[in-house]
């Protein structure tokens, strides 16, 4: 029986012998480290005109305005002009030519392979526009109700008439009414309280337009937008916590007019628009709640127009 228990005993000591830390340790395995290479995602604009530099590329994310032309020179017929995006997303193209004459696309999404217009006769501006589009406006105002319609150009320098007519438009419904595609329109409706809900240079295609008129367009660009002239200036308050009291914008050769703000004034995250002539150099200047300022001396104005997001760095 000893000898039994004895053999039991020895047959048991490599098992304890590992289970105590015995033996080789388990190798561990190193993970693989895999190297995640950086995509550049290229925009390539070639120039496909015939005969016609290209004067201008603007390159810019769908939901965001303007911001700078891409190019110090010109881009002759047949050379091709590249930008990196920083991520993929939907992004608007707007080129124009030594003309003046413009090409734009909207709304293009564009991953990781990139995107490339060869930009030709075909793809002018001038050759979308006419077709009627749809344009509907629906009141999202909850209570009140909306009285007038106006829709003209941008380039127009008066409302033209009531889109309603005899009727009005009350919370929850809507009305459509057709206008001519590929122009750029200005909205304003006002409602029971003659409070006014202002879009500007709003780009209408082959789509059509939706409008959803919501108590945030309120005021949008103070109603009573100045007109005289065919140039859009867009101003925007990113100062974070300061409001704009003034704005200023008059021709570089003269001096400064009266306050394009009237009795307004645009909080931050607003953007007030106003309009100038075009192919003049203006200096603009815009005075916060504290009397600091913020001015741009010489700024040359084309149909494009201009717009200025004035931030803290910008201050005098």
């Known amino acids: 029986m000893k000898k039994l228990h004895l053999l039991m005993a020895l047959a048991l000591l490599p098992v304890l012998f590992f289970a105590c830390g015995g033996g080789e340790a388990p190798v561990e395995e190193t993970p693989e480290v895999v190297e995640v290479e950086e995509v550049e995602i290229e925009v390539v604009i070639i120039n496909d ?12 994310p769908s939901d965001g ?51 490339e217009w060869a930009v030709n006769l075909d793809d002018g501006d001038w050759n979308t526009s006419g077709e009627d589009v749809t344009v509907t406006i629906n009141n999202e105002l909850g209570s009140w109700t909306l009285w007038y319609a106006y829709v003209c150009l941008s380039e127009d320098e008066d409302w033209g008439d009531d889109r309603f007519g005899s009727e009005l438009l009350e919370p929850g419904q809507s009305i459509s009414f057709d206008v001519a595609s ?10 029971e309280d003659d409070d006014e809900y202002i879009l500007l240079d709003v780009w209408v295609g082959d789509d059509g337009f939706v409008w959803d008129v919501v108590l945030d367009d309120m005021d949008n660009s103070f109603a009573e937008v100045s007109m005289d002239g ?30 394009r703000l009237g009795s307004e004034l645009l909080a931050a995250g607003e953007e007030f628009t106003f309009y100038v002539p075009a192919g003049v150099s203006y200096d603009f200047k815009v005075e916060d709640e504290d009397g600091d300022t913020y001015t741009l001396w010489g700024i040359d104005i084309d149909e494009n127009g201009f717009y200025w997001e004035v931030e803290l760095s910008d201050m005098d």
Do not use: K, M, Q
């Not at 005109?49 to 603007?58: M, Q």
């Not at 193209?93 to 293009?108: K, Q, S």
């Not at 990113?238 to 400064?256: C, E, K, N, R």
């Open 182 to 191: 590929g122009n750029y329109y200005d909205f304003r409706c006002i409602d």
């Open 49 to 60: 005109l015939g005969d016609w530099d290209i004067a201008e590329i603007w390159v810019d």
């Open 65 to 115: 305005a303007w911001s700078d032309n891409l190019i110090d020179e010109v881009l002759a017929p047949g050379a091709e002009f590249s930008v990196i995006l920083e991520e993929a997303g939907s992004y608007d193209i707007w080129i124009t030519d030594e003309d003046g004459d413009t090409y734009t696309r909207y709304g293009i999404e564009i991953d990781a392979h990139g995107y």
């Open 230 to 259: 065919d140039a859009p200036i867009t101003i925007y308050n990113g100062l974070g916590d300061w409001t704009i009291w003034y704005v200023y914008g008059d021709p570089s050769d003269g001096a400064w007019g009266e306050d």
